[in-house]
């Protein structure tokens, strides 16, 4: 019967027993690959709405040509050139070239910003990281302890209630390691996600 316990209760935690350290030089990409990425999305994403905005004001050129007009008096005809049109069409040549600017300027500062946003989620990552091999370093102190209670347990030393309070505690341990380890590999794949990795 106690046999048949420990070989069930060891046998549920052996997934855990296989965890290993994370290679940090080759767990995530470069970062400066990750800034190209970045940069690539903002570049296209200036692109894009610059030649939105131009193709939204494609026609209102025809607005402002200017109008000529003949009054044909019956002592003096009188020609009249209207140039407010002049006026306006430099107006909205001014205005285009303030909202590309506009645009132009808007991304790059988001830019920016994604920039220390990245360098901020990879510090937390390696915080996590450096977490999770402390965890991994006293994982075997546990493994040693959890034994000798194993041996006191076969050897009728201590209670099946004893030994399973033993057993949850160690499994409490398996448990954590396993979650940080998730969550590294969950922050990672949204490091990728949120900044865009292309490569």
Known sequence: MRKA????LIGLN?????????DTSSFLPAIDSIKQCVKL???????SESYEYKYSIRYKWLKYIPTFGINLAP???IIGFNTS???NQANLSAQKKAKLMTIERTNALQYE??????????SSLQNKIVYYHFLLDNLELHKQRFSIIKTSYENQQITPSEFL??????????STIKMVELEILTERNNIL???RYCK
């Open 75 to 77: 002592l003096s005809p």
């Open 193 to 195: 996600l949120k900044f």
């Open 5 to 8: 316990l420990i070989i069930l």
């Open 165 to 174: 309070d033993k057993q949850i505690q160690f499994n409490t341990v398996l």
């Open 113 to 122: 910003q994604d920039l220390i946003a990245l360098q901020f989620n990879i």
């Open 85 to 87: 049109q002049v006026v």
């Open 41 to 47: 999305y903002y570049d296209e994403k200036t692109e």
């Open 14 to 22: 052996n997934f855990a027993f296989a965890q290993e350290r994370i």
